[in-house]
C-alpha cells in the first residue's frame, strides 16, 4: 500500500493507516494497552519478540524467579471478574505462576488475536505528511499506524559482561533473562554464578540446592533481607478479594504503589530499643516493608542510614558460620536500600554449605572466561555451566534498540544521549502520537500500580485526539523541559543517587552507560499522577496538536 497516497485521499481525520495503534510488546504494560485500546474501538496491533506473552514474566524463567511484589498487590486491578475469579497461590508469586496469571488474562480478554508473537521491532519512524509511525519488523516487512504505544519494560534488554574469553567457554552457559524452557539440570554439575543482584540471590539460593559445587561471583555485596512467602489458604484469598479495593487504595497512597508505606518518625527521634524493635519487627514481616516501610529518613539521612546499615550488617553476620565469608558479604561501598533491596530465602544461609564458595571479584577479580571456564587473578576455575546473572542496560537499553525516528529524522537515542528528556515519562517532544508506557522518567515501584494509571492516560489523549479530529499530539518542547527539570530535582539530594546502580544509569559493562544519570521520577507516584491528572484535566494545554 502505498501511504503517502492514501494519507492524501482520506479526510484528515480518518486514520489512512494499517492500524490506528501499534504496541511494542506484549508483557503486563502492553497487554492492558491492547485491552484498553479494544475498549475504545481502536484496531490495534501488538509486536512481541517472545513467542508468548508475558514480557519480564516470559523470559525470565531463571531457577527462583518470583516476585517481591505481594502478589495480590500486583494483578491487574480493572476487572471485578478477573479479581473474583483468580487465586493466587503463593503470597509472594514465583514467575511460572505469573506466566500462567498473563496467559489466563490474555484468554480471558480474548488478546492472542492482535498480538503477533517471534517479532522484533527494529525500526519506528515518525511520517510527518501523513502524521503516522511506520514501524518496521526483523523481517523487513513494515506497517503503519496513528499512534505508536512502547510497552517495552523497564528491565528487558539483557547484558553479558564484557570479560575476554566469553565466547570460548565450553560448556552450558545462560544469561538469567534469556533462560531456556526446557528444564536445566544443576546435578552433580560445577556451576559458576556471576552477579549478585536481585536476580543472582534468587538465582544462586534455588541453584545451591541441587549443583554439585557452586562458585559464587561476587563483585558488590547487596543488603539483602527476608522475603517471607508462604502459600495463600483458601481462608486468606478469601479474604483478599473481600478487601482488594482497600489493598488497592493503599497502593494508590504510597510512593511506590506498594502496600507498604514510610513510617513517619525519623530513625534518629526514637530511643535505640525502639528503632532496633522495630527494625527486628520489620525483618520477620514478609516483603518490602523494611525498604519501603522503614523510618522515613533512612534513605535520605546519612545517619539514620548509617544506623541501619550497621544493624543490617549484624543480621547477616549472624547467618553466616565463617566470619570472613561474612565479612564479605557486608556491602561495604553503599548504604541500605540505596540500590535496589534484593528479597530472599535463606540466601546468606547457602555459604554455610560445604558445596558453596563465595568469590570475592574485588580481592581477585575476573581475567577471562577460559574454554573450561573461569580465571581470576589467583586461579582458574574450572566449570560445568557458567551462569550471567549480570543484569540489564535499564530503563533506556530497549528503546535504543530500536531505531526510533521522530520529526525531521531525529534519533532518539542521539536526543537522550546525555540522558533521557520526557514529558510526564509518557511523551517526548519531536515524536507525535509516540506513548511510553512506563519510559524513563516513570516512578519505579508495583509496576503494574503504575501501568495502569499511565496505560490509561495514554488511552484517554488517544481518545481526546480521536473525537477532536487530531491527527498529531506532541509534548511542546517547554512542556518536555519542565518535567525533565522537575525530575531531576525530585532527585536531589537522595542518597541512592550517590551510588551506581541500574537505577542511576549505570552499566559497566556499555559504553556509554559510565555516568550517572536521572533515570526515573523520585517524587513518588501520588504526585506524579497529580501531574499527569492536571494535564489531562486542563485539557491538554501543554501539548502541540494539530
Ligand atoms: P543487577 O541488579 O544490575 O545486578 C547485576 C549483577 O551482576 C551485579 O551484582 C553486578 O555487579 C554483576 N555484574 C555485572 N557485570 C559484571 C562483571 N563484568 N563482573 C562481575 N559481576 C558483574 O541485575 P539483576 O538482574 O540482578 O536485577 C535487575 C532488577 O530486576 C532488579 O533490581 C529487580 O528490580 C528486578 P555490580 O553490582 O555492578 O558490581
Known sequence: MNDVMEATREPATKAATDFDAIVIGAGVSGLYQLYRLRELGMTARVFEAGSNVGGTWYWNRYPGARFDSESWTYGYSFSQELLDEWNWEEHF???????????????KFDLRRDIQFRT?????HYQEAESCWKVTLHDGSQHTSRFLVTAVGVLSASVLPRIPGIDTFKGESFHTHNWPKAPVSFAGKRVAVIGTGATGIQAITEIAKTAGHLTVFQRTAQWSAPLHNSKVTPEEMADIRKNYADIFAKCQETVGCFIHAADPRSALEVTQEEREAFWEKRYGEPGFGIWMGNFRDVLMDREANKLMSDWLANKIRARVNDPAVADKLVPKNHGFGMRRVPLESGYFEVYNQPNVKLVDLLETPIESITPDGIRTTDVEYEFDMIIYATGFDAITGAFDQIDIR???GVSLKEKWADGPVTMLGILVDGFPNFMMVMGPHAGLGNFPRAVEYTSDWVTALIRHARDNGLTRVDATPAAAKDWTDHVIETNEGLLFTEVDSWMTGINRNLEGKQVR??????????????????????????????
Open 93 to 107: 508469586a514465583a514467575q511460572p505462576e505469573t506466566e500462567r496469571y498473563l496467559n489466563y488474562v490474555t484468554d
Open 120 to 124: 522484533t521491532v527494529t525500526a519506528a
Open 406 to 408: 521522530g520529526v525531521g
Open 517 to 546: 544519570r536521572v533515570m526515573r521520577y523520585s517524587g513518588g507516584h501520588p504526585a506524579f499522577r497529580q501531574r499527569c491528572d492536571a494535564v489531562a484535566e486542563g485539557g491538554y494545554r501543554e501539548l502541540a496538536v494539530s
